[in-house]
């Protein structure tokens, strides 16, 4: 009989959060598994999910790029009501699918303002006279700028949990450099490898942005001042005899869009984020990027030479980590949060081009979703 998982995300600026899970979950449906895909952030256009299933809840985001408090797709604050629906909707979601395991991705670690719902999900799953495996998908950096109260938390939340997968290379990033707790958790915390997007041994070949200089800010919500300085920088750089190539992602509002295009000068083009992606970056001489999971994992299985200029705040620290860490193994360079200029990013640009390519590093371990569907297949086994 056919296992299946039902599987949690929320995304709430970007669309990170999703789109890992959507490439996590059609590994587990290749896998054999039946999966559902329960969705609570903003809808998004061309996902891929070939051979998943897909359930929207009443959709929600962050109310603003702190992070820090939660509002409906419009902007008005969540209310009860509000939350006592969405939550009973997920409730009798999970009761019609019987799930063999229920994963929920970032939490506990993360997500935990989502506890109104996620709690109670948590408990409906232990009150089943079989209960499913729960398991916590998580990414390779979490928020270290969490109090010690909100960690014991989270300790205390996930002994309801089987296992907690980290979507990560050790080699690279260990979790326990951002999650001060790990001797609580490590008993029952398995290392996956990355969860990349695509296979570098499949990416198509071409000539493509060849010798390019790419500039991307994933999904573009909070990328327009990382394009616009992109620009500035470009002619003190050693590479501004290349074309620039800048792409624009779907959330970059369409103000920022037309700023763009009209600063854009000879040499530089600026476009909508591309499928080919990977080949972009395989054939560029260097990338210049945000510092997201995907965005990196794809810089690290394709790119020559790149840049990383983290999206942070003082509550966010993730992107400024994942960043300080890989410069820290001599990999790529970066500007700091709230360090950006057109001076530091070309200052960082030339180091990047006089430093050695990411190619010469041991390539990273991106097999995380072959692994996550090993693991699952190892824990229901009879």
Known sequence: MTKRVFFYV?????????????????????????????????????????????????????????LKELARLDGTPLDDAFRTERTRRLLDLFAAEQPDVLMTEQFPFGRTRLRFELMPLLEAAQDRPSPPWIVSSVRDVVRRSASPARVDEMVATFEAFDALLIHADPALVRFEESFTAWEDVKARALYTGYVAESDPARTPHGD????????????????APLLHTALKARAMTPLA???????????????????????????????????DFPTLLRNAALSISQAGYNTVIETLCHADRAVLVPFGTARETEQADRARLLVARGMVSSVPPDTLSPATLAAAVAAAWAGPSIRSFPPVDARGGPATVAALQQMLAP
């Open 241 to 275: 005899d290349r074309r620039w190539r800048l792409l624009v992602g779907p959330n970059l509002p369409a103000a920022n869009q037309a700023a763009l295009a009209e600063a854009a000068g000879d040499g530089i083009v600026v476009e909508p984020v591309r499928g």
């Open 208 to 223: 493509v942005g060849k010798g390019e200089v790419i500039v991307s800010a994933g999904g573009g919500a909070v990328g």
């Open 10 to 66: 929320q995304h709430l600026l970007g669309i990170g959060h999703l789109r890992r899970a959507a490439v996590l979950a059609r590994a587990m449906a290749v896998g054999g598994f039946d999966v559902l895909l329960v969705s609570g952030g903003a809808p998004s256009d061309g996902l891929a999910l070939d051979g998943v299933r897909f359930h929207q809840l009443p959709p929600l985001r962050a109310a603003d790029a702190r």
